[in-house]
């Protein structure tokens, strides 16, 4: 079991990672025009310009949550720091066993997926999560 102040240390840096000029782009582009309905719409991010960023943003978090699982990282300290992987895997897990069957991977992003159903009232949160990021998409799109 990690320390305090070995999760912190750990922490800070995971956070100084995310501050990178283009992984900030990514997370960017994940968070604002990432609105996947369909899983052909994840096949085409993962195919097309952006599929450097939906790489980066998906693997960063699920290399995090390896970290957690692996003992690196106090769970809890974890998620009191970090939120944002559960908005990650809100939108990608629709369409996780579809992607694991056609790419062959059956433990793709599941270290996040671990993480994020451990917390307390995790399929509550996604589903309001999916339902906002919806409604967002919507109002983008009138505008």
Not at 24 to 32: H, T
Not at 62 to 70: G, H, I, K, P, Q
Not at 90 to 116: C, F, H, W
């Given at each position: ?16 990672l ?41 693997s ?29 895997f ?54």
């Open positions: 079991m990690p320390t305090p102040h070995e999760s912190a240390t750990l922490l800070l840096r995971l956070y100084e995310r501050r990178e000029s283009t992984m900030r782009e990514a997370r960017n582009w994940f968070a604002m025009e990432f609105n996947p309905s369909s899983f052909d719409e994840v096949v085409q991010a993962v195919m097309g310009p952006h599929s450097g960023h939906y790489r980066m943003v998906t960063y978090w699920d290399m995090a949550a390896s970290f957690v699982l692996n003992g690196a990282i106090d769970e809890q300290m974890f998620n009191d720091a970090n939120g944002e992987q559960v908005g990650v809100a939108k990608v897990e629709p369409y996780l066993t579809d992607y694991r069957a056609r790419v062959g991977n059956p433990k793709y992003l599941s270290q996040l997926e671990q993480i994020v159903l451990r917390r307390p009232g995790a399929k509550e949160q996604l589903a309001a999560m999916r339902e906002w990021f919806r409604s967002r998409a919507a109002a983008a799109a009138t505008k």
